[in-house]
């Protein structure tokens, strides 16, 4: 079992930052993957960012240039710096992470929320 719990959130202008973390607690040396979601009001679930457990990492088209996914193995944490900040990005985002043996776990989620 893998507990995630997100934090980091919050209001910010547009143009702005925030730093999201993902503290990640359990059977940690387990995890595969792990990535960040986010979920507008009226809209699907996306992902946004993802990093491997070989540290490569992928986003989503519309991130790219302004969002980082990070992790620091030591604190068992996953970051997501966000800069230049747009409207659209408001959002709950969600850490989500797999493991090996085909578990799925998801964090509580924290709110974004970026005025124009």
């Known amino acids: 079992q893998v507990q995630l719990v997100e934090s980091g959130g919050g209001l910010v202008q547009a143009g702005g930052s925030l730093r999201l973390s993902c503290a990640a607690s359990?059977?940690?040396?387990?995890?595969?993957?792990m990535v960040w979601y986010r979920q507008a009001p009226g809209k699907q679930r996306e992902l946004v960012a993802i990093?491997?457990?070989?540290?490569?990492?992928k986003y989503v088209e519309t991130v790219k240039g302004r969002f980082t996914i990070s992790r620091d193995i030591a604190k068992n944490t996953v970051y997501l710096q966000m800069n230049s900040l747009k409207p659209e990005d408001t959002a709950v985002y969600y850490c989500?992470?797999?493991?090996?043996?085909?578990?799925?776990?998801w964090g509580q989620g924290t709110q974004v929320t970026v005025s124009s």
């Open positions: 989500y992470a797999n493991d090996r043996g085909g578990n799925t776990y």
């Open positions: 990093i491997t457990n070989g540290g490569t990492t």
């Open positions: 359990g059977s940690i040396l387990s995890i595969n993957n």
